[in-house]
């Protein structure tokens, strides 16, 4: 089965940067549209930013000039660079294709505090 591994979260504080990584499987990871999400406690999961296969990318509203996603498919990752950072970006987050989600993988945890 597919599998959805996410990295790079870390406690930082307000302003700073974080830089993380969603590897997946299979051979047709190039032609998915990936996204990452987020989930703080007691919250929905929402939806972040997404780069299809073409390398379009979409942002939400409340990351825009902040974070930048991107792709490498020769190593069947997805990127998401955070700057900027907020503590109201205190969250879990998580990677998945868009449409058909796969299983979700654990998250990465990323704390912004003082």
């Known amino acids: 089965q597919v599998q959805l591994v996410e990295s790079g979260g870390d406690l930082v504080q307000p302003g700073g940067s974080l830089r993380l990584s969603c590897v997946g499987s299979?051979?047709?990871?190039?032609?998915?549209?990936m996204a990452w999400y987020r989930q703080a406690p007691g919250k929905q999961r929402e939806w972040v930013a997404q780069?299809?296969?073409?390398?379009?990318?979409d942002y939400a509203e409340f990351v825009k000039g902040r974070f930048t996603i991107s792709r490498d498919n020769a190593k069947n990752t997805v990127y998401l660079q955070m700057n900027s950072l907020k503590s109201e970006d205190t969250a879990v987050y998580y990677c998945?294709?868009?449409?058909?989600?796969?299983?979700w993988g654990r998250g990465t945890q990323v704390t912004v505090s003082s």
């Open positions: 780069v299809n296969k073409r390398e379009n990318t």
């Open positions: 998945n294709k868009v449409g058909y989600p796969l299983d």
């Open positions: 299979g051979s047709r990871f190039s032609a998915y549209t």
